[in-house]
C-alpha cells in the first residue's frame, strides 16, 4: 500500500500545482520496516534553519533512526518525497487533541509524516503553508476522509512537542485554521489567499459590486456602460465565476474565464476586456512595486 499511496500522494500534488521531488531519495524503499495503515497526517517543523534538512531526514539522528518523516516541505513551497513506508516522526499518540485516532504507542504507521523545513521560532514560509494545505488535502482526497485526519504534532505528542510553530502568542499554529483552509482545498479552490483576494477584487469591480479603483492596486478599468448592478446578474455571474475559478489551474487562466464570463454576459469582446486588465494591473503593480514584491502578477496575455 505505501507506495502506490506515496505514489498518488505525488500525482495529485502535482494535479494542484505543487512542485514534487521524488528523485532526491530512495523513496520507494525508505521506511522503518513497520507495514503501513495510513489514516491520515501529521505536520510538524524540523527546527532547522529554513531550506534543507534532507541528509538528516534520510538518516535520522543518533538518538532517532530515520527516515524522519514521508515528505519534507522545503522554503520555496515545493515538496520532497523521504519515505513511502511508515516513518520515524510522531512517537506515540494520545495528546488532548489525538481524536479520531486512537491513542496508540505504534502510532507512526497509522500518520503520512511531514516535515516542514523551518526554524519553528519564526513562521513558515507561505509556500511552505500553501503546500502543507494542498498535502493535508491530497491526503485526506486519498483516504476519502475528512480534514480532522491532520493534526499537527502538538495535538497528538504525548510529551509535550509544540510543532509546527509559529503563531505568537500561541507558539503553535492554529490547525483549526490549517484544517478550513484543508476543506476549502477540497472544494477545489487550489489558490493562496492572496491569490483568492486578488482575483476577489478584480471580480468585484468588473461585477459592478465595488467601485472600480476604490482598493489599493487597481486603477478603475471597466467601462462604466459595463457596468451592472442588478442583483439577479451579480448571483448568476458570481456562481458562474466560481465554479470557473474553482477549476481553473493558474490564475491567468482563472483571470481569463473571469472576463469571459463577465463579456458573454454583456455582450463585448472578452480578449479586449481581459486584455485592457492586465494592463491595468501590470501599470499599478510597476507604480507600487516597492514593497510589493509579493503581489500577484499576470502574464500579458499571447
Ligand atoms: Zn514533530
Redesign the pocket.
Known sequence: MSVAFATEVIRRLRARGVVVSDNWTDWRRNGNGQTSAYAGG?M??TATAYGDAFPALVAGRPDLSGPLCNSAGCADGSITIVAAHPAN??GASGGRGTRPFPDTGVFNRMVWGHEIVYPGTNPMTDAQWHSMVQLGAVICEILNRGPEWIKG?YET?VTG?W?PGFAPPDRSISMNDVRAQIHDALEGDMFTPADRQFLDDIKEQLTGSREPGQFPGFPSFVDPTVKLSDVDFLRRIDQRVNTLLAHSDTQQEALRDLTQAVSEQHGIDGDQLLSAITTAINEELERASLGSSKSPRPEQPA
Open positions: 501529521i510538524h517543523h516522526h510522531a504534532h505528542s512537542k510543532d
